[in-house]
């Protein structure tokens, strides 16, 4: 049952190359010193960040937010090129060793993607048999590395569509972390119910709320402090970005939540704790404050 005392979940994206070899680790490194566990959620296919800057002629806005957010200087000039000028490096089985190492210190452990800019660039047009490659894939991946299969997904830039869930519930997934939205929740999407719960992330990410409403690092987490609800919170942040340039103000975030007595419970654990009371509710692609292009919201 929701209590007074706010529940938060830290839900770990890990987008890339660079991210899984240095930003985890760092994030690890982190939670451990805060005696938190989070979840992540793994890209196990190649790292093809650089066709991402195709948004900058596709997506009204992204070229508005790559400078806000000074993505150049926040992913590594490397990272912007790979899967263009440079050849895309495989990123989970280049680093099975850090994706073990997340498990074996308790945190939650997942699929994001098998090829993450696709996926967020391509799904609604994907045929169904490619979106199943593609979950596939990584699915046999983190199989091999892990010796189980895994119990949950979490979709790249919060991309579905009716494919990907019905694909999701085949996989008789315990839970799937796609959405925006506010509590957990059964998602219908197009007039159809899915069986897979939806543990919704529910604060917009560091990346969308900073430069927008004169926010700044000075305040940000004073202003993510006045967004802490009773009930479950779930906060996602990025290993190229909180474990990295962003990891001394995540660190102060968690320095001021812990000071608030926030209990911090993984998306397993939410999932559990909120499953009995969870209603359907509507889920479908929209736009946000903070970022460009459209993600899946609860309605
Ligand atoms: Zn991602």
């Not at 985890?24 to 066709?51: C, Q, W």
């Not at 945190?107 to 994001?112: N, P, Q």
């Not at 997904?153 to 569509?161: E, K, L, N, Q, R």
């Not at 006045?226 to 996602?236: A, C, E, I, S, Y």
Request: with cysteine; net charge neutral.
């Amino acid at each position: 049952m929701p209590t007074k005392t706010p529940i938060i979940a830290l839900k770990v994206d890990v987008d890339t190359y660079v991210g899984t070899r240095e930003g985890v680790p760092n994030l690890l490194g982190i939670l451990e010193r805060f005696g938190i566990h989070a979840t992540f959620y793994f890209s196990m296919g190649p790292d093809n960040s650089g066709k991402a800057i195709r948004r900058i002629f596709t997506r009204k806005g992204f070229l508005k937010k790559m400078l806000r957010t000074r993505a150049p200087s926040l992913y590594g000039l490397k990272t912007l090129l790979y899967g263009t000028l440079l050849p895309a490096p495989m990123i989970a089985e280049s680093f099975p060793e850090v994706l073990k190492k997340t498990e074996a210190l308790g945190h939650g452990v997942g699929i994001h993607c098998w090829d993450h800019v696709k996926w967020h660039d391509y799904l609604p047009w994907l045929p169904k048999p490619v979106t199943l490659m593609e979950l596939g894939r990584a699915s046999a991946l983190f199989e091999e590395i892990y010796g189980h299969r895994t119990s949950t997904t979490a979709a790249p830039g919060w991309t579905v569509s009716p494919d990907s869930l019905e694909i999701q519930d085949a996989m008789a997934l315990d839970f799937c972390s796609d959405s925006r939205g506010t509590a957990p929740f059964f998602p219908v999407m197009e007039g159809r119910r899915y069986r897979t719960i939806q543990i919704p992330t529910t604060w917009p990410t560091m990346d969308e709320l900073l430069g927008e409403g004169g926010i700044t690092v000075e305040n940000i987490n004073y202003h993510y402090l006045t967004l802490l609800r009773p009930g479950l919170n779930v906060h996602t942040i990025h290993a190229e970005l909180e474990g990295k340039a962003l990891a001394s103000l995540f660190e102060d975030l968690l320095e001021r939540l812990q000071a608030r007595g926030v209990r911090f419970v993984t998306l397993a654990e939410a999932a559990d704790e909120f499953r009995r009371n969870a209603p359907d509710a509507p889920l479908a692609m929209g736009e946000i404050p903070g970022r460009a292009g459209r993600v899946a919201v609860q309605g």
